[in-house]
């Protein structure tokens, strides 16, 4: 496994589901961990099972969709830990199951607060101190509907493409600054939101989103270990060249370590049709 002995890892959604499972493993491979959620109980029990492991963690209470917090959040580990080295945006919501012209406009903006705003937010809050130390790594987790549509999860999808662009743009942005931006399509993997589909019905979420539910909560999904394999490469020195691509876990990643990307690969992309 690798080692991210001495970094600091600060891990938005790191309660439950994938951003507790790379907690898990960002802090078995030696990383001090903040975990940040909105839920003190799912803080209490994360920062139990890390420490029962003999890692290191720190608990942050806060809400990403609050940017003020999210400062206060970067302000805590430079305090506790020297500065945040990798950012792992992993908090996000489901958002309204079902039909477009059936949705709550309310429940559809929240769903964009929290998926895209705060990752925006977290990666504000850190970025100042990545700048001033000239490097950093910050790692997005992107979602079904990223890649193709997804119908009765408008929101979602809407969410998800829109944070994948977002990275690339910011990538860009700073390059120069030695920072490397990218974007982790985890799979198909067992979660509260699985339950949420699965609760919601065939008729609401689509015979195929149901179906895929089904089978996440019969097989677990993509196993953990594979995300946390993704995570730590894309968090690592090894993965200095990579900067502004979305990669899914079933990608063949591990040939990327010793390639150079060509610019069109592993991106969000219009294609166009010449006639």
Same mark, same amino acid.
């Not at 003999?54 to 608990?59: A, E, H, V």
């Not at 059936?102 to 970025?127: F, Q």
């Not at 999808?157 to 977002?166: G, I, L, T, Y």
């Given at each position: 496994?690798?080692? +991210? =002995?001495? =970094? @600091?890892?600060?891990?938005? $959604? ?5 951003? =507790? ?6 802090? !078995? ?15 209490? %029990?994360?920062? %139990? ?25 970067? !302000? ?14 992993? *908090?996000?919501?489901? $958002? ?6 059936? &949705? ?17 937010? @977290? ?5 100042? $101190? ?5 490097? $950093?790594?910050?790692?997005? +987790? ?14 979602? *999808? ?8 977002? /990275?690339?743009? %910011? ?9 490397? /931006? ?25 015979? =195929? ?46 040939? +990327?370590? &010793? ?5 069109? %690969? ?10």
């Amino acid at each position: 496994m690798t080692s +991210l =002995k001495d =970094k @600091s890892v600060l891990i938005t $959604g790191a309660g439950r589901g994938i951003g =507790k499972r790379l907690a898990l493993g960002f802090a !078995e491979a030696g990383a001090r961990v903040g975990l940040l959620a909105r839920s003190k109980a799912e803080l209490d %029990l994360a920062h %139990l099972e890390i420490e029962h492991a003999g890692g290191i963690s720190l608990r942050i209470r806060a809400d990403v969709c609050d940017f003020e917090q999210m400062a206060a959040a970067a !302000e805590r580990m430079r305090s506790h830990f020297g500065g945040v080295h990798v950012l792992v945006a992993s *908090a996000a919501v489901q $958002g309204p199951i079902g039909p477009l012209a059936e &949705n709550p406009p309310k429940a559809w903006a929240e769903a964009i607060g929290t998926n895209l705003l705060g990752v925006m937010h @977290s990666c504000r809050a850190v970025l100042p $101190g990545m700048i001033e130390r000239r490097g $950093g790594k910050i790692l997005v +987790l992107s979602g079904e509907g990223d890649m193709t549509p997804r119908p009765n999860f408008s929101a979602y *999808a809407a969410s998800k493409a829109a944070v994948v662009r977002m /990275v690339e743009t %910011l990538a860009e942005e700073v390059r120069d600054h030695n920072i490397q /931006v990218n974007c982790i399509a985890p799979g198909l993997t067992y979660s509260h939101m699985t339950d949420q589909i699965l609760h919601a019905g065939e008729e609401r979420a689509g015979w =195929k989103a149901h179906e895929e539910a089904l089978q996440s909560r019969i097989t677990g999904g993509v196993a953990p270990e594979k995300q946390i394999q993704l995570a730590l490469f894309l968090a690592s020195p090894r993965s200095n060249h990579i900067s502004g691509k979305l990669i899914h876990v079933a990608d063949d990643w591990k040939r +990327l370590e &010793n390639s150079n990307i060509n610019s069109e %690969l592993y991106t969000l992309r219009r294609v166009l049709k010449v006639s």
